[in-house]
Structure formats: structure tokens, C-alpha cells
């Protein structure tokens, strides 16, 4: 008779097998408890026990073990394998085997199989990525990074971002200075551009500006070609596809750092002037986002200096080059919030003097300070409330900029909406209000309308209101300029052809909202228009007057609104709709900072300037209708 305890060899005994899938089963939560973890330690040590773990996570990485799945009814054979597969994923994680860090990114995907909002099964994805967090893998960084910007279900952003902060715990560094020291540079070369030899051709991948990656072909004769030679097509197919790949990752880096470092505008992040060149400017990704942006460098007595990165100099607004500071020199990003009026003016005229491209609108930024009303209400603002907007386009608009909310419908709770957005590096939290306009049978709502803006401050693992005077003015203001967003782009205001259509509803609403009181995004619009219409060929027939931007035509003169970008038509105010072509025309006109309706604005003021030559009949019917 065959010995039932045998076991072949390399392989774990059957009592072992048995010791640790009830250990396993035993997983209670997404992070298991430190009892927990030395009780896996232990059985780590057991012959052949490595090998079976390794094994069985990829069983769940590839399907081959069922990984178990939270639909259904909730027996306990599924909740014992919920837990066993959460202890497995973090068992392979102590195990310290390289190999398991492959195999835990490959069950996290198949763990959220389904979509970017849903997983398969929510606590196995969770329990992966926080295994992840704990695996000491020179890839760990990257990939949570990656992670990150894949998962849009709120509870997989947050569970990322506790495996961030578990991973910068065990190496003694803050969240954002492990995320800032593993930015990958995709082995490109300081200059921001790797270059590969195909043929008689180099193919070259550059980093040209904060928001732009190329991929060009140079042939013998040093000429740039955009296109892959036709010679190159079929002999080099593999290693053009390789060049093409690294592009695109290149380009996710770019996005990315864009996005982190402009959620730094909420905090007090400073560095000392090493830190910065280390891992800012010298990086051959992350600096090309920080040449486009300006800084703050503190002198010994504790006084600041603004200048923005040109090369390896530092200039000032007046163009003067600012001596390089000490290695422990503090540098901060520059803030206009913090900055008095004729200096955001002088950078304001460098950027656009100087065609400086901006990874993200940081001259031109807009600014929120406490109103005397907000001071009265307390504990939440009213300034953006009782705007009509369409709903989708707002949800839609939340997911963008990385807030969460709850789906306005029929169901319970579903009449109030709280759309949620943390920021200051985790530290705040800004809650905005919103309902629906009118009961649905079924489905969401077609309007929303917005209501109160209110603050929170972290307070252990919970959250506690605050009033709005101790808010810090960054965190205020840039959560009130999200919003502004929010109100500005999906307000029916912004329908040019609201009232052609018929609509009665909201019309009072539409009128006053359209070519109402300049909102401070409509501000900063009005001053880059400043600056830029003098330099066009329609600056003689444009004037900035109040809350319009006049255009004199020869058949009628026409007020643009700067925050709706709605015309009236003097001498009358008759309305005239012009509703955008969906296709984006090729940019002419150099704007300081990337803003569709500024772009909208300006089309307008071109077409305007000619009417005579205007071809659309409906443009021209309601131009001729009153004609002078």
C-alpha cells in the first residue's frame, strides 16, 4: 500500500497543503494582521510550501483555479475561497519570490476583468494591490502608477494609494517622495530622446514640450520625416512597433507627471534645490514638465524668488538669470495665490512673450479667495449653487478629474448626489452638492442643479467639516476652480442653441447664466485675450469691454460673452447662434494655456471680423434678418 503522507519530491506534505489553506482561509480583511503575518512566515519555511503558493496564485492569475466571484448568493464555500485566494495573493507577496510579483499583477487584471468601474471581484483585486505595495520588486513603483490610472472603481484608487503609502513607510520616505524618486525614464538620455539605428535611418522618440512626444524617422541626409519610411515598413517591422511602444509609454509618463504635479498646486510641497534637480529638473521626462512651469527658490534670509527653468539658468520675469541657489535651498512651485498682482501680470507677459508652453495653466490660473458672504454662511459656499447643468456631462466631468460620486436615478438615495474630491496630498477633502431637477421613472436624470460647497479635514482615518476660514487658501481655491469647471462646461448656459430649439424650460435661467457676471475662469480668459488679440490680424476691429468681447464687422457689430461665449448682436442685442463644428480647426493663434472655450472665443471673433464672407446660410439669415 502507497504511504497516503507521501509526497513527491519538492512538493509540500499533505499536512502542510492542509495547514496553510486554513491558514489562508483565515485572511479576514484586504491587509492581513501582523499575528497573521508571522503565522505565513512560518509556514514559508516549510519544504516545498513556496513552491505550492507560487503555484496557486498562478492558478488565479490565469484562471486555471476559480478565482471566486462576489455575484450570487453569499454561501459560505464562497466566502471561505474569498478569503483563502486574499491569503494566497498575500502569502506569495512575503515569500519574497521574484516571480510572484508577475504573477500578483497578472491576478489583480483578472481579478478586474470587467471594467475600468467593476471588478470581478472587488476584495481579491484590493487584497493584490495591497500585496503588491508590500513586494520588494524594483517594478513595484511603476506599476502602481499604472495601476492607478487604470482602476476608476473609488475603493481601487484608495486601495492603491494605502499600498503607495505602505511601500514609502518601509523605505522611511513620504508617498510623494517614493512616487517622485521611481518615475521611469524608459531609458531615454538627458536630453529627453532615445534614438534607434533602422537601415540608413534613425527612428527617435523625443520629448518636444510639457504636452507633446514625437516619434520621427531622420534619413541619411539629416531630414525629419514624421511618416515611417516606405524602405523601413517590412524589414524593420518589429523593431518600428518596438519604437512606436515606447512612444506610447513615454507619453503615459508625460500625462501622468502633468497630473501629479499640477495636484501640487493644493499643497505646501517644497524640496531642498538637490532634491528638485535630482528628480525634477535633470529627469529626462518629469523635466520637461518642470521647464514649463515656474518655481519659487528661497534665499538664506527666508525670502523667495520666482524664475522659471531655462536650461540649466533660472530667469526671472524681467528676463534676468537668478544666481543658482545653495544645495539645501527650498524650492516650491509658484502659486499666483500667493503672489501679489503685478507680478502674476509680469509672468503672465513672459509666458506669452516668450510662447512658453505650460504643462498645465499655472500663470494664467485662475484664483478663489473667501468671499464676505462665505464668511457668513460658515461651514459651506453657496457661490456655485442653483446652476442648471446636464447631468451626464457632469458625472461624466466628475471621472475626468479624478472626484467620486454617487449616479443620480430611481432608486434609493438616488434623488441627492455628493460628488467627493480629496486633495493637499490627502490631507483635504472638498464635497460639492448637487440634485436631480426632476423625478425620473427610470433612468438618470437629463438636469442636475448644483448646491453647496463644503470642506473636510482628515482626522485620523475619518473625516471632520470644517469651516471655510480654516481651509488653507490653496486647498480652497483649487477645489473651487474644479468646480467652476464643473458649472461652467455643463451649464445649459453654454448650449448656444438653447432657445432656437424651443426649449422654454430653464430660459430665464439660460439668459441670465449666459451673459451674467464673469466668473473667475471668464476673468483670466478676458486677461490672456488682453494679450493675445493685439498680436492678430483682427485686433483693429476688437475691443474687451466689461463682460464681451466686441467684434465690428461690416455688417453688424457682435458681443461675445467671455465666460459663455454667447453672442448678441448690437445695435439691439438680437442673439445670434453659432453652434461649433464638431471637427477642432488647426490652431493659428498661440494660446498660453489649454482652454477650449477661449479657442471657442476666438474662432468666433475671426469669423465675425469677416461676415461678409460668411458661407453658412443660417449664420447669415440671422446676421441679414435686422441688418442696419
Known sequence: ???EDASPAGAPAPADVEAVDAHMAEMQAVRPTKKWRRRTLELLERPGVREHVLATVRGYARGDRAAPCEWGPPDLKTLVADREARGYVWAAALSGDPAAFTELVAVFRHAAWLSREYFADEKL???TVNALGACDHPEVMSTLRALAEQVGYPGGRKQVANAVRAAAERQGLTPRQLTERTVPDHGLGADGSAARELGGH?????VEDPRTVRLTFVDAAGRALRTVPAALKEPFADEIDKLKDLAKQVRGTLASERARIEALMSAEATWTYGEWCRHYRDHPITGAVTSGLIWEFQHPDGTWTAAAPAGSALVTADGH????????AGVRLWHPLRAPAAQVRAWRAFVTDNRMVQPFKQAFRETYRLTPAEEETGVYSNRFAAHIVRYDQLYALFKQRGWTAN?????????????????AEGEWRVRFFHEAVESQSAGAPEYASTDQVRFDRRAGRAWREVPLAEVP???FSEAMRDVDLFVSVTSVAADPDWIDRGEDRFAGYWRQAGFGELTASAETRRDALARILPRTKIADRCALDGRFLVV?????TYKIHLGSANILMEPDDQYLCIVPARTRSRRTVFLPFEDDRLAL???KAFLLAADTAITDPSIMRQIRTATP
Request: aromatic share 10%; proline share 11%; charged share 15%.
Open 1 to 3: 500500500m502507497p504511504n
Open 125 to 127: 483585486a484590493n487584497a
Open 202 to 206: 534613425r527612428g527617435v522618440v523625443a
Open 321 to 328: 538669470a537668478l544666481p543658482e541657489p545653495g544645495e539645501a
Open 407 to 423: 449616479y443620480l436615478g430611481p432608486y434609493y438615495n438616488g434623488y441627492a448626489g455628493e460628488a467627493k474630491w480629496v486633495l
Open 473 to 475: 487658501p490653496a486647498v
Open 552 to 556: 465690428r464687422g461690416d455688417l453688424r
Open 601 to 603: 472665443i476666438l474662432s
